[in-house]
C-alpha cells in the first residue's frame, strides 16, 4: 500500500508564535484596543496610553497584544507616523526591570553596553533615543507579573509615571501589561496601582464553540483539504474545554494528533488520533482505575472502546455502546446486565474521568445520552481490558 502523504500543509501555523490575522471571538476586544490607541494615530505627542489585560491560561492574551500590535503599526505606517510596537516576555528577563529596559534600548542600539548603568538611567536613555528619532512605542510587557514579583512598587511606578516627570515634552511610551490574575497588582503600593487600572481588558475564557471556531480556522490553514473530520475539532474543542477554555492546548493536541495520523499513515486526523495525543498529554486513565472496576463495568467498557475503535466517531449514543456491550457479553457467554445497570456503570466510569456523558439538545427523537472517550486511546483501553479481562475470564 502506498504511504499516504503528511494530512499538514503547514505546520508553522500550529506553531506558538503564529499570530494568526482573524481571531475569532476577540473581535471586540481588538476594537477596544484600536479605541484605546486611536489618539497614537493623530494626536502621537499628546498623550500616552497605558493598558492591562489580563485573563486565564490560553485565553489569547499574547496573540490579542500581538495582532493589535501588527494592525496599529501598519495604520500607523500608511500615515507616515513613527510608532514601533515592542512585546516582551518579562519573564524572559527574570523579571528585571534593567533587563527589560536593556532589551528595549538594545533594539534601537545593538551592543548597548550592559554595564555601567542603572535600569533608572536605562529609561532615561531609551526616552532619549526615541526623542531623537522621533519616534513613539507601545511596549507590552507580557507576563507582567514577573516584573511585580522581582521589583518593587518603585520600579513598577517609574515605569508607568514616566511621561509625568516629562513636562512639556512629546509622550513617547504606552504601555500594554499583561497578567493572568490582577490579584497580583495587589501587592503594589496604592498610587501605582491607580496609574495601571485604568483600563482593564478581561479576557473571558472560551466555550467548546468558540473553541470549535477558532480551531477549524488553523485546521483550514494547517492541514490539507479533507484531512480533518468534523468529529475531530469537536472532541478537541471539547477537551480544550476541560482545560479551563484554554485555547493554545487545542491547538498543541490538534498538532499532535496530526503527528499521530501521520505516523500511522492514515492520510487522515480521526478522533482516535486526538485521544491517543491526549493520552500522551496525560496518562490520566490510571491502569489500577481499570483494574479495580467490576467484571460487567469492563466488559461495559471494552464495548465502547471497540465501538469507538471500528467506527472513527467521537460520539456514540447509548444504544450503540449498549449493542457493544452486548456483543462483549456473547463473546464470554455471560447474559448481559439490564439498561438500569448500565446507567450505573456509565456513572461510575465518567466519575473516574475515563468516560464523558453528556445529555443532547432535544431532537426529534427527545434527549439523549452521547458518550465519548476524551483522554484515552480506544485502542490502548481496549489492549488493556482485553488483558484484565482475560485474567477473570469466569
Ligand atoms: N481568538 C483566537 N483566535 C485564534 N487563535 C487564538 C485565539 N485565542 C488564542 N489563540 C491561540 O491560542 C494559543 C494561546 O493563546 P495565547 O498565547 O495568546 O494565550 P495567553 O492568554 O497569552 O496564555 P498565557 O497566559 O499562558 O500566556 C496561541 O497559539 C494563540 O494563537
Ligand atoms: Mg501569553
Known sequence: MAPYPSVFKDETKLDISYVPYKLPHRDRELRLLMEFFGFLLRVPDKMTQRIIITGDVGTGKTVLSQRFGANVIREANRQGINLRYIHVNCREYRGSLFLIVHHVVSIFHPNFPRRGYSAEELLNIL????????????????????????????????????????????????????????????????????????????????????????????????????????????????????????????????????????????????????????????????????????????????????????????????????????????????????????WKYLRTLSALGIVKTEVSGTGSRGRSTIISLPRVSAYELEKELSLLLQKEKP
Open 127 to 342: 526616552l532619549q533615543i526615541l526623542d531623537d528619532q522621533k519616534t513613539h512605542i507601545i511596549l507590552t510587557l507580557d507576563e507582567f507579573e514577573s516584573l511585580v514579583e522581582r521589583e518593587n512598587s518603585e520600579a513598577v511606578y517609574k515605569l508607568t509615571r514616566l511621561q509625568e516627570i516629562r513636562l512639556n515634552k512629546p509622550q513617547r511610551i504606552s504601555l500594554i501589561c499583561i497578567l493572568r490574575n490582577l490579584k497580583v497588582i495587589e501587592k503594589l503600593d496604592a498610587s501605582t496601582r491607580s496609574t495601571l487600572q485604568s483600563n482593564i481588558i478581561h479576557l473571558k475564557r472560551y466555550l467548546k464553540q468558540q473553541l470549535v471556531d477558532i480551531l477549524n480556522n488553523r485546521v483550514l490553514v494547517a492541514f490539507k483539504h479533507l484531512t480533518v473530520p468534523e468529529d475531530t475539532v469537536s472532541l478537541t474543542a471539547e477537551l480544550a474545554f476541560s482545560e479551563n477554555g484554554n485555547a493554545r492546548f487545542g491547538i498543541e493536541l490538534l498538532w499532535r494528533a496530526g503527528k499521530y495520523a501521520d505516523a500511522e499513515n492514515s492520510g487522515m486526523v480521526t478522533p482516535e488520533c486526538v485521544r491517543k495525543a491526549a493520552s500522551s498529554i496525560y496518562a490520566v486513565t490510571r491502569k489500577s482505575d481499570l483494574a479495580s472496576l467490576r467484571i460487567h463495568e469492563k466488559m461495559f467498557l471494552l464495548g465502547i472502546a471497540r465501538f469507538f475503535e471500528q467506527c472513527e466517531k467521537a460520539y456514540a449514543s447509548l444504544t450503540e455502546t449498549e449493542q457493544a456491550y452486548a456483543v462483549v457479553c456473547e463473546e464470554f457467554d455471560v447474559q448481559p446486565h439490564s439498561h438500569t445497570q448500565l
